[in-house]
């Protein structure tokens, strides 16, 4: 818990003297400083100085802000702002992708500087990582480029082993809910894009705000942003009412997939290529399904297994955290959170699904979890 007062006029001065550019957003964050000092919660002194003194060395660099593959909201939504951030404060930062970045979300990257992963030149870079919980998350060409990174800031504080110089992990909401903290503690300018941004990966990652890692604090990060001119509707309008027919078509098929196991306390979806095909989607379009496979009356876990890629990616759900589906997803060399974790492996569904089930029923055994 931290008291600004106690951080002392050294990093006013500091902040004064190193960025009198941006005087006028000082002035408003300072007094979101105030705001923010009556909810004493939100702030985590150490680590958003560490934040601090790590992005003001990088003025005057070339920065590249790196995503996880398969970018979600708070990815590219921690991408953009920290980006925008860094070009703020006199960095030269671009957000580079390796999947293309979803259509949905396309919009919320607004003006930021992108470069796919095919054409990043062969400068230095300063490569960070945002919402990554393993550097090989960053995908295959970008953790051959870049072997060491120099800056690791995500929230998956189960799984991430700090693979970087410098590491921020953290046990948030979401990434972009470490980024807004950050940004409003250090007084770093928000512009309504960066806000949008932040509002965007905050409110997907706690399923609008919902999902148990949803606070008070989460809500007090959201006002403040909204504040700053982010828009909650714009989310609704173009991540939650924007599917295409594709989408839908797929979500008809998975459905139709859904087998209940362990006496329905278990539910399983799939999908494969052909799935994709016939509904004439694409991969992104499968984002989101595996929630349904959770959101079924009495089910403690949901699975979601689609080997359309060519490997198996098994995605897992619960909403009770004794299920530990992180701990489960490690056996297969995967994690992810307590309640929401993934794993790959080098099979075809119908070959690993007895396998899935047997390693199941060890898992809720081991754990003396009821399924029956
Ligand atoms: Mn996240």
Redesign the pocket.
């Known amino acids: 818990m931290i008291n600004l007062n106690k951080i002392g006029k050294s990093v006013h001065a500091f902040f004064w003297n190193t960025y009198t550019s941006f005087r006028c957003v000082c002035v408003q964050s300072l007094s979101c400083r105030r705001e923010m000092n009556e909810s004493k919660s939100i702030f985590e002194t150490d680590t958003s100085i560490k934040f601090k003194k790590l992005i003001f060395s990088l003025r005057g660099k070339k920065v590249l802000v790196i995503g996880h593959v398969r970018q979600?909201g708070?990815?590219i939504g921690a991408q953009v702002a920290l980006c925008r951030c860094l070009n703020a404060i006199g960095a030269h930062a671009q957000i580079t992708y390796d999947d293309p970045i979803p259509r949905v979300l396309k919009p919320f990257v607004g003006d930021t500087p992108t470069l796919s992963v095919g054409d990043i030149p062969n400068d230095a870079f300063v490569p960070i990582t945002v919402?990554c919980a393993e550097a090989f998350r960053c995908g295959k060409t970008i953790s051959q480029r870049f072997p060491t990174i120099f800056l690791n800031i995500d929230?998956h504080h189960l799984s991430n082993p700090g693979y970087a110089v410098h590491n921020l992990v953290e046990n948030e909401a979401?990434?972009c809910a470490m980024l807004a903290k950050y940004f409003f503690e250090g007084g770093f300018p928000i512009d309504k894009i960066s806000a949008q941004a932040l509002l965007l990966?905050i409110a997907m990652?706690t399923g609008r705000f919902l999902y148990p890692a949803t606070t008070a604090d989460t809500f007090s990060l959201a006002a403040k942003l909204v504040r700053l001119g982010a828009n909650p509707a714009m989310i609704d309008n173009l991540v939650f009412n924007n599917d295409s027919i594709g989408r839908i078509r797929l979500l008809q098929r998975f459905l139709s997939s859904l087998q209940m196991e362990f006496n329905s306390n278990v539910c399983i979806g799939r999908l494969s290529s052909r799935d994709y095909k016939e509904a004439g989607a694409i991969r992104e379009d499968s984002e989101g399904f595996v929630t349904y496979t959770r959101s079924i009356q009495g089910v403690k876990v949901g699975v979601f297994l689609d080997d359309s890629l060519g490997f198996l990616k098994a995605s897992l759900r619960t909403d009770n955290p004794a299920y530990k589906v992180n701990d489960f997803a490690k056996q297969f060399g995967g994690g992810g959170h307590i309640c929401a974790a993934a794993f790959n492996i080098q099979q075809d569904i119908d070959s690993f699904y007895p396998t899935l089930i047997e390693k199941l029923a060890e898992h809720f055994k081991q754990h003396n979890l009821p399924v029956s």
């Open positions: 979600d708070d990815c919402d929230h979401a990434t990966g990652d």
